[in-house]
């Protein structure tokens, strides 16, 4: 079955970077957009970043020249490189994948992974 995994996060003091990353798993794989989102306690999820099977990149103005995410279409990985970071861009950062199981979906759906914790203090 279709499973994310997302690693690299971490604590880093203000003005550092961090790396994520996001592997996806599974068989007979159609992959469109892959998205990076964000969540605080009491708060909705906040797209971060987004890039289509092309490689076309949209980001939240928020980290809007600070934030660049990338993808390997051979590997099925997304990376999210966050540099300047902020206190405010504290979250759990999560992947999200919108995938189609060749040969056993019709229509593609939205794949979650597990999220993983960015923290940045001094």
């Known amino acids: 079955q279709v499973q994310l995994v997302e690693s690299g996060g971490g604590l880093v003091q203000p003005g550092g970077s961090l790396r994520l990353s996001c592997a996806v798993s599974?068989?007979?794989?159609?992959?469109?957009?892959m998205t990076w989102y964000r969540q605080v306690p009491g708060k909705e999820r906040e797209l971060v970043a987004a890039?289509?099977?092309?490689?076309?990149?949209n980001y939240a103005d928020s980290v809007k020249g600070r934030f660049t995410i990338s993808r390997d279409n051979i590997k099925n990985t997304v990376d999210l490189q966050m540099n300047s970071l902020k206190p405010e861009d504290t979250a759990v950062y999560y992947c999200?994948?919108?995938?189609?199981?060749?040969?056993?979906?019709?229509?593609?759906?939205?794949?979650w992974g597990q999220g993983t914790l960015v923290t940045v203090s001094s």
């Open positions: 999200n994948a919108n995938i189609r199981v060749n040969g056993v979906t019709l229509s593609y759906r939205n794949y």
């Open positions: 599974g068989r007979r794989l159609d992959i469109n957009t």
């Open positions: 890039v289509t099977s092309g490689g076309s990149a």
